[in-house]
Each structure stands twice: as C-alpha cells, then as structure tokens.
C-alpha cells in the first residue's frame, strides 16, 4: 500500500521543463476516471450508434432522423456558449467548475436512460417526441457536464508540459471506459441474445454509461484543484463571442473544426458502412478496436515528445504534421480498399483480405486523427493563455465552451450530412433480421466516398488555416512568463496593500 501511496503522490512530470509543475497521479488518475466517464456518455450519444439507434432500431425515417439530428445538435451547441459565462461567473467553496462536475451527472444519467428506453411500442408521432425531449434533455444536461471537465484541466495548470501530459492520461481513460458501453453495441452481432435485440444491447449499454458517469466523477470531484485564479469581473456572452473574431488562434481553431467536418463523417456511417457496404456486421467490433491503438498511441507518445523537446515543442507544426498524415493514409486506404469494397456483388460480404485490409487502413487512420485531436487540447488552452496575456482575464469556461460549440456543430452538422447523403440515395432500413436488405449502388458509393475521400479532402483544407495559427512554442513561453509576472506583481501590490503602515499603528 505505502508503494501505491508513493506512485500516487509522485508528480506526473518529474523532468525539469522550466516550469513549475504541480500535478500528481493521484489526482491526474482521478481527472482521468471523470474523462473516462464522459467518454462513456459521448460515445453513445455522438457518434454512429446512436444513428443507427434511431433509424434501424426505433425504425424512425432517415429524413426525420437529420432534422433531430441537425436541430437537437444545434441547439446543444447553442448551449455551450452561455455554459461557459455561467460557469466562469460561478463562485462556489468547490470552484468553478468542479460543482457542475458533482451535481450534473445525476442528471446526465437520468436522459441517457431514457433516451435509450426508446418508447419502439408507441405510436410514431409519440416516438418522435419522446426521441426529441429525451435528445434536447441530454443535451442540455451533458453540457452543464461536459464544458466544466473540459476547463477544468485549464485550472489545474498553467504548464503546457503538464497539461499535455494530463491529456494524455486522459485520453487512455476515455479511451478505455468510453469502450466499455460501446463495445457491447460494436459486437452485438457476435452475442445470440443481443444479435437478435438490438435495442436490449443499447439499453444495457445506457445502464452501464449511467452507473458509471455518476460513480467516477465521483473521483473527479473530491481530488482535483483549481489552481489558476479567477477575477470576480468576467467577459459576458456577446464580448466572449467577439473574442472568436479577435482572437486570432482561436479563429483559426474554429475554422479547422469547421472543416473538420468532413473527417468525422466517416465516424458517422461506420456502423452503415460495416452492415451495407462490407455487408458483414460482424466486422464492426473488430473496426471499433482498430480506433483503441491511435488513442493509445497519442497518449503515449504525444506528451513524450512534448518533455522532451520543452521549449522547442511547436504544436502548430505537429498538428499540421498529422493533417499529412491523416491525408495520405486516407488516400491510400481508398485506392486500396476500392477493389474489393466496389467490385464485389451488393448481397456478398468482402473477402477476408478486403475484411482485414479495412481494419488495419483504419487502425493506421485513427493515429494521425488521435495524434492531431490531443495536440489541440494544448492549442485550446494556449488560446486561454493568450486571452489572458492581451486582456488580464482568464476564462477558461468561455473559451472551453467556444471550442465545444465548434465541435458539436462537427457532430451535428457531419451526423445531419451523412443521414441527409444516405436519405437521398434511398437507403433502405433493416428489418428484424439486420441483414436481408441490399443497399442499391448509389447507397454503397456513398458509403465508401464519405468513408475513405471525405477525410482526404477535409485534412488539406484543415491546413489553411492552421497556417495563420499564430501561436508559437517560443512565443508562449514568453506569454506565460509575463502571465505569471504580472501575477505575482499583483499578489505583491494586494498583500502590500493588505499590510498597516508602521507609522499607522496605535501605541
């Protein structure tokens, strides 16, 4: 036990970087499980399953499926912006943001469940209304969540070193737990109950992302700090939006998220594309395992070359380093794959070369996507960092919930485009044995242009932008040390301010 302890107490970065660091394992594991248990509600509610969850198993028509996908998302999205004001004017014993991270979960776990009871039985005008309260109430409860655990990482330090690093850990937590609930869905096809209900694998998978967003964040809450201060004067709502105009590397963020739309479409048709493309659902577990390795990866490597190249690491470069990648991968993956994805008969699964020559495309396509996405979790907080440089006030809250905004409009708008490209290609839903249905020609190009060329053409556009992204690794060293000059002058001018004249004192 007294190993466990010193493990425990140890900081995560122990390499002199220049800085000082302040973050130990006990309370990196702990942000990590609450990470962990955001991952499990995203992954379900986000992504391709709960497409397939509305269109396949509450049998809801694909053009009613976009329009709750595009205006329930938007609405979320909405929501992110005014979170963010509210929970950097938020003054509590607790913090900022670790109160949201105590009480919104019960919440979180309440919608999930029963958005994924689903109502099948009930009349179809009933279904639809139940589908969109329960949506619009996740999604309103997931935020109150959601951009609080992502600022909340902004506070615990001012050290990018450390911070990528506690990304890093993070994302393995995610990773991991994210794939608990959703591994159940990817494999159902392989289990005898839940190959033939569906809907009972989605609604045990709910009750699992339930029980544990309430449990970990548990862990959360009660072992981290917010270490950065806070003024009690904050930006409102419409200044902080004039901030994604003025701040410069912040716009640029935006407009490679708004591009970014295009890589997370194939994400959005996966499971569509495993059970009408490949025709063998099956492979659909296996694809979902072939994305593990990419997160894995990036949490490892990602906060090492960070250390180790401390005030020469750019993320500017690294992030466009990963957009080549990205793009060439994808590339060869569609040349690759095209053969035997395209030219076999519609009602035939792909051979077992074209079955593993499409995991190992998407286990090599996932890494520059991991690499690239926790690179940005740093470029994020230098925006944080830059606010406060130019204007004297830190607000993590705002500047998270701007970054969420601009990710879940790539959610919303990638989901809404995938369903509304399917839709007009006359994509027929399954029935009860999931894999009668042959998709026509139309449907299956689709599938396989969004799944391999629509990441090819996103990565390049994404480079245009992040050329303009005028944060350096140099120059933000240089902000945090007159950010933290300019702190400890005012520590200096309040305790002097605080402390009675000599001469003032009473006989």
């Known amino acids: 036990m007294s190993f466990i302890k010193t493990f425990l107490d140890r900081k995560i970065v122990t390499k002199d970087v220049g800085e000082e660091t302040y973050i130990n394992w006990r309370e990196a594991l702990s942000y990590a499980a609450g990470r962990g248990a955001q991952g499990m509600t995203t992954s379900m509610t986000a992504s391709k399953y709960v497409n397939y969850f509305i269109t396949n198993v509450l049998h809801i028509e694909m053009a009613h499926a976009s329009r709750i996908r595009l205006f329930c998302g938007i609405f979320d999205a909405v929501n ?62 997931h935020t109150a ?44 096809a392989w289990l005898p109950y839940f190959k033939e209900h569906l809907d009972k694998a989605y609604l045990t998978a709910a009750v699992a992302s339930a ?31 004039k ?62 070359i960070v250390e180790k190249l401390g005030k020469k690491a750019d993320s500017r470069r690294f992030y466009q380093a990963c957009c080549v990648a990205g793009a060439l991968i994808n590339g060869v993956f569609a040349l690759g794959a095209f053969p035997g994805v395209m030219n076999k008969p ?30 940005q979790k740093e470029m994020e907080a230098e925006t944080v960092d830059y606010v406060e440089y130019h204007s004297g006030k830190r607000v993590e809250g705002t500047m998270l919930s701007i970054m ?6 790539e959610g919303t708008m990638s989901s ?16 009860d044995d999931k894999i009668s249905i042959v ?14 060329v629509a990441p090819v053409l996103g990565y390049l556009l994404m480079l245009i932008p992040i050329h303009f992204y005028n944060i350096t690794g140099k120059s933000h060293h240089e902000m945090m040390e007159a950010i933290l000059e300019r702190r400890n002058m005012r520590m200096s001018d309040e305790a002097s301010a605080q402390t009675p004249d000599a001469g003032d004192s009473n006989p």
């Open 80 to 141: 992110d912006p005014m979170m963010g004001v509210l929970v950097d004017k938020t003054r509590t014993k607790y913090g900022k943001m670790r109160p949201y991270i105590k009480f919104a979960p019960y919440f979180v776990a309440f919608f999930i469940l029963l958005f994924f009871i689903g109502g099948g039985t009930l009349p179809y005008g009933m279904k639809l209304a139940l589908t969109v309260f329960a949506f619009v109430g996740l999604d309103v409860t």
């Open 145 to 188: 969540f959601d951009v609080p655990m992502g600022a909340l990482a902004f506070s615990m330090t001012p050290n990018g070193t450390e911070r990528t690093k506690l990304y890093g850990v993070a994302a393995i937590g995610r990773m991991i737990l994210g794939a608990i609930p959703t591994g159940l869905v990817a494999f159902a």
């Open 211 to 241: 029980a544990f967003v309430i449990l970990l964040t548990r862990f959360t809450f009660r072992n981290t700090r917010e270490r950065l201060e806070h003024h009690e004067e904050t930006p409102g709502l419409k200044e902080c939006l």
């Open 243 to 304: 901030l994604l105009v003025s701040n410069r590397p912040l716009f640029m963020l935006f407009l490679g998220n708004v591009v970014f739309i295009l890589i997370k479409i194939p994400e959005q048709v996966s499971f569509y594309f495993a059970y009408d493309s490949l025709y063998a659902p099956k492979l659909n577990g296996f694809l979902d395992i072939a994305k593990a390795p990419g997160s894995v990866l990036a949490a490892l490597i990602v906060p090492t």
């Open 346 to 375: 519609a009602d035939q699964p792909v051979s077992v070369m074209t079955g593993v020559l499409v995991v190992v495309f998407t286990l090599l396509s996932t890494i520059p996507l991991e690499f690239k996405n926790l690179m």
């Open 404 to 409: 969420s905004f601009t990710g879940k409009l």
């Open 416 to 431: 809404a485009l995938a369903l509304w490209v399917l839709g007009l290609t006359k994509y027929v839903e399954h029935g």
């Open 439 to 452: 998709q026509n020609p139309q449907t299956r190009w689709a599938l396989f242009l969004m799944t391999t």
